[in-house]
């Protein structure tokens, strides 16, 4: 199993930036890549970004492209997210994810999920 715990939710103005944290902790060996994904009220949960555990590559969606920049510390088992020029459309609650199996980008593709932190973007 894999334990993950997200934080750095919080409210913030359009234009402006947070950057989230997830803690893995548990059977980290066993992990290709870890994610984020985001749900907005009344709608799917979609993909956010990825990283590969051991090599480092990235993906992410046409959506937060040049904004969105995902990084790790494998010193700390930790996974970065930091969003800058965050737009109201960004409001959803965050998720982090992790995978056994290749670098997966939907939602079946992963094994363990955090609890999520909420992300609010006002106007």
């Known amino acids: 199993q894999v334990q993950m715990v997200e934080s750095g939710g919080g409210l913030v103005q359009a234009g402006g930036s947070l950057r989230l944290s997830c803690a893995a902790s548990?059977?980290?060996?066993?992990?290709?890549?870890m994610a984020w994904f985001r749900q907005a009220p009344g709608k799917e949960r979609e993909f956010v970004a990825v990283i590969n555990w051991n090599g480092g590559s990235t993906y992410y969606a046409d959506s937060v492209k040049g904004r969105f920049t995902i990084s790790r510390d494998n010193a700390k088992n930790t996974v970065y997210l930091q969003m800058n020029s965050l737009k109201p459309e960004d409001t959803a609650v965050y998720y982090c994810?992790?995978?056994?199996?290749?670098?997966?980008?939907?939602?079946?593709?992963?094994?363990?999920w955090g609890q999520g932190t909420q992300v609010t973007v006002s106007s």
């Open positions: 548990g059977r980290i060996f066993s992990v290709s890549a």
């Open positions: 994810a992790a995978t056994r199996r290749g670098l997966p980008v939907g939602v079946n593709g992963y094994d363990y």
